[in-house]
């Protein structure tokens, strides 16, 4: 149990890592906080300081989630968790799950920016692709599909966040692909109630008809970069 706890103090501590606000201060000089959504995530990364601060915040957002549960849980050995009749889970992915889903609470309340951080998209695309790929791309094709047909960031993302956990039961249920724990699937419904809950404001604007969109996919210049910073 021990070795759980270290586990997750360190996920937290890594997934707390505020990839967007360092960009936007080593970089620009920046509080990315004061400007445009006021998010401490990539989407207000490129929209308020362009495509160079943005690709560097995805990167680390991503690379939070691969740590998380692709390197710090897997290092230590786990004895098999009790199942109490239940359909038995492997021990090494649960405990992968719980080191990615700490990370992604460190992400969106981070330790060492007062709390306020992102929605956690990125680094939960970085904690699923460490434990099933496949099914990552998948999600993450419905996201650019969803993303290029109607154009709103915060659509595409809480459509992938439903689409995981569909995707995890069709593929092991319907395809019978043993290889997917049925752990996967009550994450993936958990981490996409945190996600919609993250969205509850895009959400109310999306409902409303006001939601930021995409107008172009070429690199964004970003507001600094047509000087209205």
């Not at 021990?91 to 060492?112: N, Q, R, S």
């Not at 956690?120 to 650019?144: C, D, E, H, R």
């Not at 290889?179 to 919609?196: Q, R, T, Y």
């Not at 895009?202 to 209205?228: T, Y």
Request: hydrophobic content about 55%; proline content about 4%; aromatic content about 8%.
């Amino acid at each position: 149990m021990t070795s759980v706890v270290v586990i997750m103090l360190l996920s937290y501590l890594v997934g707390s890592i505020p990839g967007s606000l360092w960009a936007g201060k080593v970089l620009y000089g920046i509080d990315l906080r004061e400007h445009g959504s006021g998010n401490a995530g990539a989407t207000n990364a490129f929209r308020v300081l362009g495509w160079k601060a943005g690709v560097v915040s995805t990167v680390i957002d991503l690379g939070k989630g691969l740590l998380a549960a692709g390197v710090i849980a897997p290092l230590l050995r786990i004895d098999p968790l009790p199942t109490w009749g239940l359909v038995p889970w492997q021990a090494t992915t649960v405990v992968c799950l719980v080191a990615g889903l700490v990370a992604i609470l460190g992400h969106m309340f981070p330790l060492w920016a007062k709390f306020q951080g992102g929605k956690g998209m990125n680094t939960a695309a970085g904690v699923l692709f460490a434990l099933t790929p496949i099914t990552t791309a998948i999600v993450l094709g419905i996201f650019v599909v969803v993303l290029l047909s109607f154009r709103y960031v915060s659509l595409a993302s809480i459509t992938a966040a439903i689409a995981f956990p569909s995707t995890v039961a069709i593929r092991r249920y319907l395809f019978d692909i043993e290889s997917l724990d049925p752990s996967l699937l009550v994450f993936g419904a958990v981490m996409a109630a945190g996600i919609i809950f993250a969205h509850r404001s895009n959400i109310k604007r999306l409902l409303r008809g006001n939601e930021n969109r995409v107008r172009s996919f070429r690199p964004a210049q970003g507001m600094r970069g047509r000087g209205e910073l």
